[in-house]
């Protein structure tokens, strides 16, 4: 076993527009805590695969086949042996398909050619720092978030644990995953950062040695916000960000302590293309969305509001106007082809999925599959918006109100939990 581990600031410029909150009116105000690629590289009997984590929203389509593309070239690998995934910060750049993202207007097309730069940096010094290596799993547990769709719905406390160390025992690289959407910041925040995922990194390279790669991936997150907030309101504080990185890392450090390392680790990577029907948005809904907040905006105007509020309605109106003329002017198409991915480390292996799965979808396929631990990694390669049961599309919801950028139809989840257990049984041959 031969493993490398590397990672790159990736901290976009003060005053790029932030994602993943329509309420924002104007773009960031500095920079808490820097934003980071994180890549581990491993390899074992000729088979080789590639990690990289990076602290974002989500990673746009293009930039994935183009990361992919490059590395699996000058890496010699197939691309499919390449995962390129978010840790779903809501406090980091607007990138495509963020309804907020404007590329042309805030310096993000530089940032979007910056980043690219800068996972193909640190995989390419993953793969050139690889030396022999030992590796073992663990999963502790942990409650930090609750399920904002059902009260007492469930969630998944997996703290799921990849230890990745030199013959030595001096550590490499780790990989925690763990699924809780980073909204601890909310709408309100200016100030750049990679939420309580970048907390949880930050402590555990902290606390193993200074050359020590820490990765995030989120895992079947979609409807499960940190305790923090109040259902899908997110008040919380950098302490609370703290707090809640704090929990999840001593857990995975705690994990760490019992970890056995596997004699002979098994490096197998599968991926295919899977086709997912698309649901068409309603006009009508999109209409009145957009209608209701004019009228709720022109209310506040009349009342003489305080302009912060003013501000962060208009903000939302823009979101509604943008959300009906894209379904005015969208083509629509009735399925989207997506990439799924698995990836096997020694008795664990990792699902790649390119979005939102409610926490449910990742249980079943945990529950059905032959290898543990099994890792859901949400927002991996690419994004296809949130991936919900059939029985959350007959509750309704959020999760499920069709939108420009978020048409996947009743039935697509269960696509790709079986198209996931099949992915991870071939891994088994």
């Given amino acids: ?78 691309e499919s042996s390449i995962m390129i995934s978010a840790t779903h910060t809501h406090s980091g750049p607007s990138l495509p398909p963020d309804i907020s993202a404007d590329i042309s207007g805030t310096g993000l097309e530089n940032y979007l ?18 030396r022999r290596a030992k ?30 160390t030199e013959e030595s025992g001096s550590p490499i690289a780790s990989l925690v995953n763990y699924a809780c959407h980073g909204v601890v910041l909310g709408d309100t925040n200016y100030l750049i950062s990679a939420d309580y995922p970048g907390v949880v990194s930050r402590i555990i390279e902290s606390r193993l040695n200074a050359n020590h790669v820490a990765l995030f991936t989120n895992g079947a ?13 997110c008040p919380g504080t950098f302490e609370d960000v703290e707090a809640v990185g704090r929990i999840v890392a001593y857990a995975a450090l705690n994990a760490m302590r019992f970890i056995k390392t596997e004699e002979e680790p098994v490096v197998k990577t599968a991926g295919k293309k899977v086709t997912l029907p698309l649901a068409e948005p309603s006009m009508e809904t999109a209409r009145k969305l957009f209608e209701n907040q004019e009228k709720h905006v022109s209310q506040l105007e009349a009342r003489n509001a305080d302009a912060e509020t003013i501000m962060r309605n208009k903000a939302i ?113």
């Fill in 1 to 78: 076993m031969r493993a490398g581990a590397s990672k790159e600031d990736i901290t976009p410029p003060v005053g790029v527009k932030m994602g993943g909150f329509a309420a924002r009116y104007k773009g960031s105000e500095g920079v808490h805590d820097r934003l980071y690629t994180r890549t581990l590289y491993l390899e074992r009997g000729g088979n080789a695969l590639l990690l990289i984590a990076n602290d974002l929203l989500n990673i746009p389509d293009s930039l994935t086949v183009e990361v992919k593309k490059e590395l699996a070239s000058r890496l010699g690998l197939v």
């Fill in 113 to 130: 050619s910056t980043l690219r730069e800068k996972m193909v940096t640190a995989g390419l010094n993953s793969a050139a720092m690889a």
């Fill in 135 to 164: 590796l073992g799993w663990g999963v502790g547990r942990a409650i930090v978030g609750f399920n904002r769709r059902l009260f007492n719905g469930p969630v998944d406390p997996d703290v799921s644990v990849l230890l990745v």
């Fill in 221 to 233: 997150d979609g409807d499960i916000n940190p305790l923090t907030s109040l259902g899908y309101a």
């Fill in 317 to 429: 109106l823009n979101y509604y106007e943008k959300n009906l003329r894209m379904i005015r002017e969208m083509p629509l198409e009735k399925t989207v082809e997506t990439t799924l991915q698995a990836l096997r480390i020694g008795g664990g292996v990792l699902v790649g999925i390119p979005g939102e799965p409610l926490v449910e979808v990742g249980i079943r396929v945990k529950k059905s599959s032959p290898l543990s631990p099994t890792l859901i990694v949400s927002y991996a390669n690419g994004y296809c918006g949130y991936i919900a049961t059939s029985e959350a599309y007959e509750q309704g919801g959020y999760e499920v109100t069709p939108t420009w950028w978020n048409r996947l139809a009743k039935g697509s989840a269960e696509i790709l939990i079986e198209e996931s257990i099949s992915l991870i049984k071939r891994l088994t041959v």
